[in-house]
């Protein structure tokens, strides 16, 4: 007898031993059949029902997601008309020397408007994330020098580290006007590169931001910094949305990791390429290229 | 910003409409100073009837007005031979791609969003256009 003939034997005699076991408790297996049948088709009901609980829950998200993009997109606009005029009232007693405001009185004035702008700024990344988010970009114009907006937003970032002992230096060497980007995209995408070389550099360290102009009139611009670099591993997310990794948390606890998501699609946007070089404990540097056209 | 001031000689004259008092009255301020000479309207068909009376310069324009809106002033007064050749620059707190798109097809010189602007960048702005033109 082969192995596969006792095999075969065993199962015929098992079969059969089954069969005649069925058979006596055909009985009460047929109950229990029944019994299980009911409970599968209960439980498959069920499974139905919490099936489309679960279609409806999703619908339910979706809309939440959908409506709160729109909530998001509808307050940060309506935010923008009481936003300017209390950055205008203040920038009004703040420039205008007829007001001989107390040393006091300047100091309330300038942090309230320095207030002001960031809450400016914050509005316009929720607006631009929302846009993003929805597969649209505003793209608004105007002919200026670009050299006047990194220097102006780069120093207004400098303000917002009042503690901190930093070099901020400049290279501006792109003398020209560009029309590609308007300036306040520029500002942001400058303010938030300097922003995080402030945020991740240590006491004493050293902020360059650097311009040029390519033979084709493009605008590239260079932030570096003497700070704590970034990791191999988070190198890879580094543009991805909400994506921090322990260094950055440990050097700046607020920080949404937003900010490069949205820096890197305003440059795509405008046909643009951003990068970056590191060195882990020596400083990062980043880099970004947008054309004049 | 002061030396604007003194080495342009502008008697031009600026249409500014925004029905913002507030800010109108600040843009005013800021380009009276700058020698300018400025008149302004309210609502969409005051700035139709303002550019149909006087011979103005550049229009600075916000596009949410209750009536007409900025950009259909704007095409109004592009269908009329006296006017059709204003420039204009938008300084509006709404962004959406389908005005802006229809501000770049109009025309507009150029098109920022205001709670980005200051004061002195609308006098920046204006100053360097009207001297480009020279």
């Known amino acids: 007898m082969s192995i596969s003939e006792m095999v075969l034997g065993i199962t015929t005699l098992s079969a059969l031993g089954v069969a005649g076991y069925l058979f006596f408790q055909n009985r009460s297996l047929h109950k229990v059949l029944v019994e299980k049948t009911t409970e599968i088709e209960e439980s498959s009901r069920m499974l139905i029902g919490k099936n489309l609980e679960l279609n409806d829950q999703n619908a339910k998200q979706q809309k939440l997601l959908e409506s709160r993009e729109d909530f998001i997109a509808i307050v940060s606009h309506q935010l923008r008309t009481p936003a300017t005029e209390v950055r205008w009232g203040i920038g009004e007693i703040r420039n205008n020397p007829d007001w001989k405001l107390t040393v006091d009185e300047h100091v309330y004035i300038e942090r309230l408007y320095m207030s002001a702008e960031w809450m400016v700024n914050l509005i316009d990344r929720l607006v631009k994330l929302v846009n993003f988010e929805h597969g649209v970009g505003s793209s608004l114009f105007s002919a200026y020098a670009p050299d006047e907006a990194i220097k102006a937003s780069s120093e207004q970032v400098k303000t917002l580290f009042p503690d901190k002992k930093m070099d901020l230096v400049f290279e501006l060497a792109y003398e020209g006007v560009l029309m590609s980007m308007d300036p306040d995209s520029l500002k942001m995408v400058v303010s938030n590169l300097v922003e995080n070389a402030f945020h991740y550099t240590p006491e004493g360290g050293v902020v360059t931001v650097r311009s040029m102009k390519g033979p084709d009139g493009s605008l590239t611009v260079r932030v570096s910094d003497t700070g704590i670099g970034i990791s191999p591993e988070k190198q890879k997310t580094m543009f991805v949305k909400f994506q921090r990794d322990k260094n950055a948390v440990a050097a700046n606890e607020k920080g949404m990791g937003l900010g490069l998501y949205v820096v890197k699609k305003i440059v795509e946007q405008r046909g643009g390429t951003i990068g970056f070089e590191t060195a882990e404990g020596k400083g990062t540097t980043f880099f970004f290229t947008v054309p004049n056209t | ?134």
């Open chain 2, 1 to 134: 910003m002061s030396d604007i001031a003194t080495t342009t000689p502008p008697s031009k004259t600026i249409l500014v409409v925004e029905d913002d008092r507030f800010l109108r009255d600040i843009i005013v301020t800021h380009l009276r100073r700058a020698q300018y000479t400025v008149v302004c309207a309210t609502t969409g068909e005051e700035a139709l009837d303002m550019a149909a009376a006087e011979h103005i310069d550049l229009i600075i324009l916000d596009i949410v007005l209750s009536g007409i809106n900025g950009l259909d002033v704007i095409a109004r007064l592009q269908q009329q031979e006296a006017t059709k050749a204003i420039p204009f620059m938008v300084f509006s707190n709404s962004d959406e791609p389908a005005s802006l798109s229809r501000g770049k097809e109009l025309g507009a010189v150029t098109y920022l969003v205001k709670a980005l602007s200051t004061p002195e960048r609308i006098v920046t702005e204006v100053t360097n256009f009207l001297q480009s033109k020279q």
